[in-house]
């Protein structure tokens, strides 16, 4: 009878196990694990804009500033200083300037063989300041002194404006349009355009 009863058991398991091939052979993803990963991604704003100024003149600067804030108590008669707060600010940036190539002017005469070209005059295209890497730092000071953060932005923005109009009136855009000039007569030339004028508007 225990006989009996351990065969029945082997073909019991047999026939389970040969069931759980078949449901296996039959469908690979009924034990599959799976892993769901979910991301989101917001596209705020995408732009692919085509360059069209032409950088012909980069100026390289350093510069240091001293900044003052002072703060005082008015009595009616006199003003009694009590805060007074000096910086050192040491920063660093670069100036361009170069044309717009997009209002590019060109025309070809050909009984003369001659090219012209229309370029428009040079403009200050960046004035970039690294404030990452600028150091301030304190000459003088007290725990009554004040000096917000914002000061030293606005010390270097003016003093960046300042240092761009007097490039500007060094010449730094008429430089740039003799590079201009020169680049393209020489583009034009390279091309068989032996006789090349150049005017800047």
């Known amino acids: 009878m225990k006989i009996v009863f351990r065969t029945m058991i082997i073909v019991v398991l047999i026939l389970a196990l040969v069931f759980v091939g078949a449901l296996l052979m039959s469908n690979d993803t009924l034990f599959q694990t799976k892993t769901n990963i979910t991301s989101e991604a ?15 003149l980069r100026y390289d600067y350093s510069n240091v500033i001293i900044s003052r804030t002072e703060r005082t108590l008015s009595l ?4 009694i200083n009590y805060g007074e ?22 025309s070809y005469n050909e009984e003369t063989e001659k090219m012209f070209i229309r370029v428009p005059k040079s403009k200050i295209l960046d004035n970039v300041v690294d404030t990452d890497s600028a150091i ?9 002194s004040d000096y917000p953060t914002q000061i030293i932005f606005d010390e270097i ?12 009136r060094q010449g730094f855009l008429d430089e740039a349009d003799i590079r ?5 007569t020489s583009f ?3 091309n ?5 004028v150049i005017e800047f508007y």
Request: hydrophobic share 40%; net charge negative.
């Open 42 to 56: 917001a596209l705020i704003q995408d732009r692919l804009v085509e360059l069209s100024e032409w950088t012909t």
């Open 76 to 79: 009616g008669v006199t003003d």
């Open 85 to 106: 707060a000096i910086r050192l600010i040491e920063y660093s940036g670069y100036l361009k300037a170069g044309t717009d190539l997009s209002k590019l002017q060109i």
């Open 136 to 144: 301030v730092e304190d000459v003088k000071g007290n725990i009554f």
């Open 157 to 168: 923005n003016a003093e960046k404006k300042l240092l761009e109009e007097e490039k500007v």
């Open 180 to 184: 201009i000039h020169s680049l393209l």
């Open 188 to 190: 034009f030339t390279t």
């Open 192 to 196: 068989g355009y032996n006789d090349v």
